[in-house]
T-cell receptor
Framework: SQWGEENLQALSIQEGEDVTMNCSYK?????VHWYRQDSGRGPALIIL?????REKRSGRLRATLDTSSQSSSLSITAAQCEDTAVYFC????????????FGIGTRVLVRP | NAGVIQTPRHKVTGKGQEATLWCEPI?????VFWYRQTIVQGLEFLTY????????DSGMPKERFSAQMPNQSHSTLKIQSTQPQDSAVYLC?????????????FGSGTRLTVL
């Protein structure tokens, strides 16, 4: 899972498989963002889940949020090669107007 | 909409030189953020502006880093007396408002290499 002093995690899967990555955060958050970053590009938002939601879906993406354990997960169903990227979670530290703090990221490689 | 534009894409400086990085946010966005990305530290928040006013610079190294937003169409990050440890990708992002549920739109970054 992401956060703290952990190194960047790496996952390698076959095309068509499902993949889940986890994010643990240290302080209360009103929202969890999930971004993906392609090589040479800036991160781009793929899904956002608010603290009053337990699950959010968008196409092949599913995000979950467990505020009691301060953790979130992102799942990709039937991964495609184009899903290869680094995925970050980000939280706001509990203030709706606060800046986002990003996790260390999970590198996902989808093999053909 | 061209997105957030950062220039230059790559910058190489010698130790002790100054580096100025430029960011043009998306038109109409009121919040501009600067982050620094390294392999070791990941994405680190540096500073952000709302309606051109500095709001939070808690991530800025105090002595050599400064950021400005002189008008709504651009922001600059200046690093004086650059050091090798300043080598990183500097990312600028803008959002419609500064609310934390707002999407951050990132530029492609400026890769700074300090020799």
């Amino acid at each position: 899972s992401q956060w703290g002093e952990e190194n960047l995690q790496a996952l390698s899967i076959q095309e068509g498989e499902d993949v889940t990555m986890n994010c643990s955060y240290k302080t209360y958050t009103t929202v969890v963002h999930w971004y993906r970053q392609d090589s040479g590009r800036g991160p781009a938002l793929i899904i956002l889940i608010r603290s009053n939601e337990r699950e959010k879906r968008s196409g092949r993406l599913r995000a979950t949020l467990d505020t009691s354990s301060q953790s979130s997960s992102l799942s990709i169903t039937a991964a495609q090669c184009e899903d290869t990227a680094v995925y970050f979670c980000a939280t706001d530290g509990g203030s709706a107007g606060n800046k986002l703090t990003f996790g260390i990221g999970t590198r996902v490689l989808v093999r053909p | 909409n061209a997105g957030v534009i950062q220039t230059p894409r790559h910058k190489v400086t010698g130790k002790g030189q100054e580096a100025t990085l430029w960011c043009e946010p998306i038109s109409g966005h009121s919040a501009v953020f600067w982050y620094r990305q390294t392999i070791v530290q990941g994405l680190e928040f540096l500073t952000y502006f709302r309606n051109q006013a500095p709001i939070d610079d808690s991530g800025m190294p105090k002595e050599r880093f400064s950021a400005q937003m002189p008008n709504q169409s651009h922001s600059t990050l200046k690093i004086q007396s650059t050091q090798p440890q300043d080598s990183a990708v500097y990312l600028c992002a803008s959002s419609r408002t500064s609310g934390s549920a707002e999407t951050l739109y990132f530029g492609s970054g400026t890769r700074l290499t300090v020799l």
